[in-house]
């Protein structure tokens, strides 16, 4: 008996070929987004004694945008943590003006002050 389907033809291998590649490449950036944000938020947590003052929680946040840019599990459990902490959301808007254009987006759309 032989396959209904037979051997694949060269059009659906290169699709695949193209599919495996988008896929690997989609992992490759998602777990260089985690790994980026994991070294920044240890860093974030190194920095805070510091004297500099601000500079582990602009480190902090720009880890966050760093992990939550990568997952979208990790961008529920920000805004998680953001609602759950309104300390934090205030002093993600105190330093909001400091930061780069994308993470003030990031911020805008994920934490708000409830004393704002």
């Known amino acids: 008996m032989t396959d209904a389907k037979g051997p694949p033809s060269a059009r659906e291998s290169a699709r695949t070929r193209r599919r495996w590649r988008r896929r690997l490449r989609v992992l490759a950036k998602r777990t260089a987004f985690f790994g980026a944000g994991s070294t920044v938020m240890v860093a974030a947590f190194a920095s805070v004694p510091t004297p500099v003052p601000g ?42 003006p400091r930061l780069p254009r994308r993470i003030r987006e990031f911020i805008d759309h994920n934490a708000s002050c409830p004393r704002a």
């Open 55 to 96: 500079l582990g929680l602009i480190l902090f946040v720009v880890a966050l945008y760093l992990l939550a840019h990568g997952s979208k599990t990790a961008r529920r459990a920000v805004a998680w943590v953001l609602r759950r902490l309104p300390m934090l959301a205030c002093g993600l808007e105190r330093v909001k």
